[in-house]
Structures are given as C-alpha cells and as structure tokens.
C-alpha cells in the first residue's frame, strides 16, 4: 500500500477558514485594545505637561513664557499632536487626534485640560465620557 505524506487541499482550506474565523474574532479586541492604549498614552502627557507649567508658574509667577524663563512642553505621541494656549494667568492644553490615524474615529474625541483641571473632550459625542479620561 501506498502512503500519502503531506495534507490534502481539504486539510488545507479548512486550516485557513479557521484561522480566517479567529482573526476575525480577534482583531477588533487588538485594535481597542491600541486605542486605549493610545488614549492613556495622550492623558499621561496631558498631565505631565500641565505638572510642567505649574512649575513654571510657580518659577516665574505665570504660564506664558518670560525672558528669563521658558518651559518647552512635548509634542504629541503618534496619534495625536499637542498644542498650548498659554497667556499670564491660564493654559489649555488641547490634544487633537491626528488625521487619517487608528484615532480618528474614536468615541472620545480630541482631549482638553486647563489650569484648573477642567477636562474635557471637544468634538465629542458625549461631554466627557467615563472612559475617556481612565475613569
């Protein structure tokens, strides 16, 4: 008797079906799983960046950059670009989600945190939804 070594086509197509089946099952948790991720990552530098111009105010007796004392602030991270608008006596720090990235679809919105720690989420759907600050 002959002995067929290998897999048949059958064998073969069934393998792909199932793992077509779990990376379908699969991939929306991954790619949440990055968005929170993303999110956490943008809070994170909010905050430390705010931490950044207290210290400045406290150094210099406003938020605004002075000649004797300038604070650079972070960027942004990959999916969102930071910009400050410092005066005297307040910031607002705002987090607008990059165009065409994994972020631009997502429920939170852009980020928003000022000198008082008021938060917020311009753009949004909801005014601040729970999860969107790790609440």
């Given at each position: 008797?002959?002995?067929?070594?290998?897999?048949?086509?059958?064998?073969?197509?069934?393998?792909?079906?199932?793992?077509?089946?779990l990376a379908s099952?699969?991939?929306?948790?991954?790619?949440?799983?990055?968005k929170q991720s993303?999110?956490?990552?943008?809070?994170?530098?909010?905050?430390?960046?705010?931490?950044?111009?207290?210290?400045?105010?406290?150094?210099?007796?406003?938020?605004?950059?002075?000649?004797?004392?300038?604070?650079?602030?972070?960027?942004?991270?990959?999916?969102?670009?930071?910009?400050?608008?410092?005066?005297?006596?307040?910031?607002?720090?705002?987090?607008?989600?990059?165009?065409?990235?994994?972020?631009?679809d997502d429920a939170?919105?852009?980020?928003?945190?000022?000198?008082?720690?008021?938060?917020?989420?311009?753009?949004?759907?909801?005014?601040?939804?729970?999860?969107?600050?790790?609440?």
């Amino acid at each position: 008797m002959d002995k067929q070594n290998g897999i048949s086509l059958i064998e073969l197509l069934i393998v792909i079906a199932v793992v077509g089946i779990l990376a379908s099952i699969a991939y929306p948790g991954y790619r949440e799983q990055l968005k929170q991720s993303a999110r956490t990552e943008v809070v994170g530098l909010l905050f430390e960046n705010a931490q950044r111009l207290e210290r400045h105010y406290a150094r210099a007796g406003q938020y605004s950059d002075s000649e004797a004392v300038v604070t650079p602030l972070m960027n942004g991270t990959a999916h969102y670009t930071l910009q400050a608008v410092r005066d005297e006596e307040s910031f607002t720090l705002l987090a607008r989600r990059r165009p065409a990235g994994l972020m631009m679809d997502d429920a939170c919105a852009d980020y928003a945190l000022d000198q008082a720690g008021v938060r917020s989420n311009p753009g949004s759907a909801e005014q601040a939804p729970g999860g969107c600050w790790g609440g």
